[in-house]
């Protein structure tokens, strides 16, 4: 039974900003939360707001988390599917907020259960799973050099933020591909940068780049313009900021607007929703990319147990929590080593996170039952 759950602050600023089409991302600011139970077991959760994508800031995000979190209180953990329908049914939106409690109550019911999430889930593959790292926006010259960097590194899936100027990304995608050369997997996200006509005249002039996929060609709302694109792109659209939730991957598919859609905790409000929106792209031939916001190392391993839960995801961009201001795991989680995710201990029951840097966290409100 849930007995207590803690609610707390925390911000990073980035080494290096991040900057995508829709701005730059200098620092990000998250809610952590903790469900005990009743025999003192924890599960832990990360709300990461993104004002630019879910509309909410992390002031709304803890507003949720005031109105969310109590009515947790006394109810069974392992009752996931209610409990998140409860939180639906009594906030409309707001998905990382739901997403931080829906989280915890993974962790906490692989922890009762003895399993880790991954199988609580569904049980794909214990890892490791490659992964792709992002470049950021910035000079094409720049970003080559970032991409041959990391493919030093070990990635040999590279994702290229474009979006900024239809013929400046042309150049930062030949300066990516001839700094990398062939054997790299190449994908790209525009983050809503391009009209649809921009959009297919990009793509078509990158076909010769070999670009495995583009994100998010067109702004969010337009679905008719992403299908628009599809339909002339040589190069595969994957819908991000346009599907949050199992209802708009449902339209997605129905407007014949995409062939692959990413999944973010974030957007979906955890791990529950995720799975569904996975089971309606299975069911439409539509393979998913996990990706995620700018999170800490906690949001980055529910993304890896999601990966690791499910077959239909064929695309991973696990490079979140990876800055080491990010890190709040003090023991277990998952890391990146020559471009793979890894879980320390794929068979630890949860989220298989053992320990996390409280003092680093600002506490904000606890409540019992
Ligand atoms: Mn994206």
């Known amino acids: 039974m849930v007995e207590k759950i803690k609610m707390y602050r925390f911000g990073f600023r980035l080494e290096k900003p991040f900057v995508i089409a829709l701005g730059a991302i200098p620092s990000v600011e998250v809610a952590i939360v903790v469900i005990e139970d009743d025999k003192g077991r924890f599960g832990i959760g990360e709300a990461c707001p993104s004002w630019?994508?879910?509309?909410?800031?992390?002031?709304?995000a803890i507003g949720s988390l005031e109105a969310l979190a109590p009515m947790l209180l006394g109810e069974d953990p392992l009752r996931i599917g209610y409990l998140v329908e409860r939180m639906?049914?009594?906030?409309?939106g707001n998905p990382s907020a739901k997403a931080a409690l829906d989280i915890a109550l993974h962790d906490l019911a692989g922890k009762i259960l003895g399993v880790p999430v991954w199988k609580l889930l569904g049980g794909h593959s214990p890892g490791p799973v490659s992964t792709d790292y992002t470049v950021g926006?910035?000079?094409?010259?720049?970003?080559?050099?970032?991409?041959?960097?990391?493919?030093?590194?070990?990635?040999?899936?590279?994702?290229?933020?474009?979006?900024?100027?239809?013929?400046?990304?042309?150049?930062?995608?030949?300066?990516?591909?001839?700094?990398?050369?062939?054997?790299?997997?190449?994908?790209?996200?525009?983050?809503?940068?391009?009209?649809?006509?921009?959009?297919?005249?990009?793509?078509?002039?990158?076909?010769?780049?070999?670009?495995?996929?583009?994100?998010?060609?067109?702004?969010?709302?337009?679905?008719?313009g992403l299908r628009y694109v599809r339909e002339r792109s040589p190069i595969p659209v994957m819908a991000d900021e346009a599907v949050h939730s199992p209802r708009d991957a449902l339209r997605a598919i129905r407007a014949g607007a995409v062939d692959y859609i990413n999944i973010k905790l974030m957007k979906a409000g955890g791990l529950h929703r995720a799975k569904e929106i996975a089971a309606i792209s299975r069911a439409a031939g539509v393979a998913n990319m996990i990706g995620s916001m700018v999170e800490t190392d906690i949001g980055a391993t529910a993304a890896v147990h999601f990966a690791l839960s499910e077959g239909n995801v064929r695309f991973r961009d696990l490079d979140t929590g990876t800055d080491p201001n990010s890190f709040l795991i003090a023991e277990g989680g998952s890391y990146i080593e020559g471009g793979m995710r890894y879980l320390r201990d794929p068979e630890a029951p949860g989220l298989g996170i053992k320990g996390i840097r409280e003092e680093l966290l600002e506490p904000v409100a606890e409540y019992r039952r």
């Open 52 to 60: 630019r994508i879910t509309g909410e800031t992390i002031d709304t």
């Open 137 to 224: 926006i910035d000079e094409p010259e720049g970003m080559a050099q970032e991409a041959a960097r990391l493919v030093e590194e070990g990635f040999r899936e590279i994702k290229v933020k474009v979006g900024e100027d239809p013929e400046r990304d042309l150049e930062r995608v030949r300066a990516v591909r001839k700094a990398v050369g062939d054997g790299i997997t190449i994908r790209i996200d525009a983050n809503q940068g391009w009209s649809p006509q921009e959009a297919v005249w990009v793509l078509r002039e990158m076909e010769p780049f070999r670009v495995q996929l583009v994100e998010q060609p067109v702004p969010f709302w337009d679905l008719e």
């Open 88 to 92: 639906d049914s009594a906030l409309l």
